[in-house]
C-alpha cells in the first residue's frame, strides 16, 4: 500500500509529461485495476462463490466507497498536474491527523499512547519536509485545492469504510 501511494506521482509525472491527462491516466488505472481484481476473484472457486453471497447493502457499501476513494484518487492526480510530487507528498500525508480529528469528532477517543504517537511522528514528518519547499514556486490555487481535498477525502473513505465493514463502533 504504501508503495502504491508512495510511487504514484512518480509514475504519473512522466506520462503527464508525455500529453496524457489526469482523466486518461484514472481511466487506465482503474479499468487495469479492476480488471486484475475481478481475474483474482474469477479464478478461484472460493472467490466466485464469495460474490454470490454478498447482501444488497455490502454491494452499496462497496460501491459507494469506491465512488468516494475515485474522487480521492481523481482530486490527487488532477493536483499533481501542477503541484509538484514533493509538495503534493506533503500535503497527503497530513491524513492521519484528519482522520484523528474525524475520529474525536465522532466520540471515539484515540486508544492509546500508540495511537497519539502515530500521530504525532506523522505531523512532525510534516512539518519537517515542508522546510524543502521553495516558496518561489508556489503552484496555482486550484491544484493545491484539489490537493488538499484528496487527504480530506481520502480521511472520510478510512473512517467510514472502518465503520461500515463493522471493524470499529464508534
Known amino acids: ?3 502504491g501511494f508512495g510511487s504514484g506521482a512518480l509514475f ?3 506520462v503527464y509529461a508525455a500529453g496524457v491527462d489526469w482523466h486518461t ?7 487495469l485495476g479492476a480488471a486484475l481484481s ?9 472467490g466466485r462463490g464469495a460474490v454470490g453471497t454478498l447482501d444488497r447493502r455490502t ?24 503541484v509538484p510530487a514533493a509538495l503534493a507528498a506533503l500535503i497527503v500525508y497530513i491524513y492521519p491527523a484528519i482522520v484523528a480529528v474525524i475520529a474525536l469528532r465522532l466520540g471515539r477517543r484515540l486508544e492509546g499512547r500508540r495511537a497519539w504517537g502515530a500521530l504525532a511522528l506523522a505531523l512532525t514528518g510534516v512539518a519537517l519536509a515542508v522546510g524543502n519547499v521553495d516558496p518561489a514556486a508556489v503552484p496555482p490555487a486550484s491544484g493545491l485545492l484539489l490537493m488538499v481535498a484528496s487527504p480530506v477525502i481520502y480521511s472520510v473513505w478510512i473512517v467510514l469504510s472502518a465503520r461500515l465493514a463493522g471493524e470499529r463502533r464508534s
Open 1 to 3: 500500500s504504501a508503495f
Open 12 to 14: 504519473a509525472k512522466p
Open 25 to 31: 491516466l484514472m481511466t487506465w488505472r482503474f479499468t
Open 38 to 46: 475481478w481475474a483474482w476473484v474469477a479464478g478461484s472457486p472460493r
Open 59 to 82: 454491494v452499496l457499501v462497496a460501491a459507494a466507497l469506491g465512488v468516494l476513494y475515485t474522487g480521492n484518487s481523481s482530486t490527487y492526480f488532477a493536483g499533481l498536474e501542477t
